[in-house]
């Protein structure tokens, strides 16, 4: 059974992480999306809230299972036998951390594999950060994530 995981922050998932998991998850036999619980960032949303998101707008794709972890991303895939990691690359800008990131883990543990995504064109511009501040800004973020995130966000910011 082919493993894959879509680690990331999801803070929130947008149109963009959506279309990397469509589409990567018809590689695979189980796609597991696992939020990272990163300290170094001061996230808008509990990892339990990004969680939840994500259920909810990958609800109707079988295979795809959400999840979170701390520590190593190798550790993780290997306690749940995956073998593929998957990320998605949007600009240059993004290659070199990609590029180093993935190198580490395959030296850190040689089982596991990054394969990497281009992003669908229409979402290359397309960030977490980017939707937060909008969003702050009071700007409409419906083009950028799914309606459920749309709702959660001014739940959060305590906007209608
Ligand atoms: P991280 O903090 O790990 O970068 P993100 O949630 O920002 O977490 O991103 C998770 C993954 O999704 C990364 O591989 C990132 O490159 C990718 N990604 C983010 N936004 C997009 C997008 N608009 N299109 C395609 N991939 C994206």
Redesign the pocket.
């Known amino acids: 059974m082919k493993v894959g995981i879509y680690?990331?922050?999801?803070?929130p998932v947008?149109k963009?992480?959506l279309?990397?998991i469509e589409r990567s998850s018809k590689m695979v036999d189980r796609l597991i999306v696992a939020v990272?619980n990163n300290n170094a960032k001061s996230p808008l949303f509990s990892v339990k809230e990004r969680v939840n998101m994500l259920k909810e707008v990958t609800k109707e794709i079988d295979n795809v299972v959400i999840d979170s972890f701390s520590g190593l991303l190798v550790d993780y895939a290997e306690k749940n036998h995956a073998n593929i990691i998957v990320?998605?690359?949007?600009a240059v800008t993004?290659f070199e951390y990609?590029l180093q990131m993935a190198q580490t883990n395959r030296i850190m543990d040689n089982n596991v594999d990054t394969i990497f995504l281009t992003?669908s064109l229409q979402?290359a511009y397309?960030?977490?950060s980017i939707v937060k501040e909008v969003a702050i800004n009071n700007g409409d973020v419906s083009k950028f994530v799914p309606e459920y995130v749309v709702e959660q966000i001014q739940k959060k910011l305590n906007i209608s």
């Open positions: 680690p990331g922050s999801f803070d947008t963009g992480h279309d990397i990272l990320r998605g690359l949007r993004d990609e992003t979402y397309l960030s977490s």
